[in-house]
């Protein structure tokens, strides 16, 4: 079975450019996820997925980051303009996901975003 | 809201010690708690996980118990190995009322370096 995949795996930008990144997660799951992890800090979920509506995006900077996904499959997570604080890897997880049932969450290797 | 604390400072052990690491938490409802790894240059990976009180999740050796008592959920292995070094990380997920599709919220994650 094929895990979750993202791309680029490394982005190095300046400040105030643009930036996107791609997940495709794996077939069948239902929930997507973005997770911004800052060095030294644990995952921070900054938008959740179900199918391709939104269900949180409480914790998303929405002046700069926007993300959608097409047909309930991939998704896309952009970043514009970019601030030194954006610097993170950016964590994409999928699972099966129902309302009130904890599945298991898939964990891609993550975009290591550099702003200089 | 929903918190994790994890015990602050890196973990260096030789082999075949015991490891402990502490983690405790915050939540409104009923959560599932769940211990995530982070090898050196790869994705994160559920370790095991607990869905309600009393539970003891376990794999490759290691444990953890959900204390709802003392709100805990600390993990253990008897003897580590060099292989065992990598970064891990406590998280929950909380679906009081049965709106949540499996949020995560992690702790800040501990690095066990095993020498030797």
């Known amino acids: 079975e094929a895990g979750v995949a993202q791309s680029p795996r490394y982005k190095i930008i300046e400040k105030r450019q643009s930036v996107a990144f791609w997940c495709n997660p794996i077939?069948?799951?239902?929930?997507l996820y973005w997770y911004q992890q800052i060095l030294g800090q644990g995952p921070k979920l900054l938008i959740q997925f179900q199918n391709n509506g939104v269900v949180d995006d409480s914790q998303l900077p929405k002046d700069r980051f926007s993300a959608e996904r097409l047909k309930g499959v991939d998704s896309t997570l952009k970043i514009q303009p970019a601030k030194l604080e954006d610097s993170a890897v950016y964590l994409c997880?999928?699972?099966?996901?129902?309302?009130?049932?904890?599945?298991?969450?898939?964990f891609g290797p993550g975009t290591r975003l550099t702003v200089t | 809201g929903n918190s994790v604390t994890q015990m602050e400072g890196p973990v260096t052990l030789s082999e075949e010690a015991f490891l402990t690491i502490n983690c405790t938490y915050t939540?409104?409802?009923?959560?599932?708690l769940f211990w995530y790894v982070q090898y050196p240059g790869e994705g994160l990976q559920l370790l095991l996980k607990?869905?309600?009180?009393?539970d003891k999740g376990s794999n490759k050796g290691f444990e953890a118990t959900y204390r709802k008592e003392t709100t805990s959920f600390h993990l253990e292995k008897g003897s580590v190995q060099v292989s065992d070094s990598a970064v891990y990380f406590c998280?929950?997920?909380?679906?009081?009322?049965?709106?949540?599709?499996?949020?995560?919220?992690f702790g800040q994650g501990t690095i066990l370096t095993v020498h030797p």
């Open positions: 998280a929950l997920s909380d679906d009081a009322g049965g709106t949540s599709y499996g949020k995560l919220t």
């Open positions: 997880a999928s699972s099966l996901g129902y309302a009130g049932v904890t599945y298991e969450q898939y």
């Open positions: 939540a409104t409802g009923y959560p599932s």
């Open positions: 607990a869905t309600k009180a009393d």
């Open positions: 077939s069948g799951h239902a929930t």
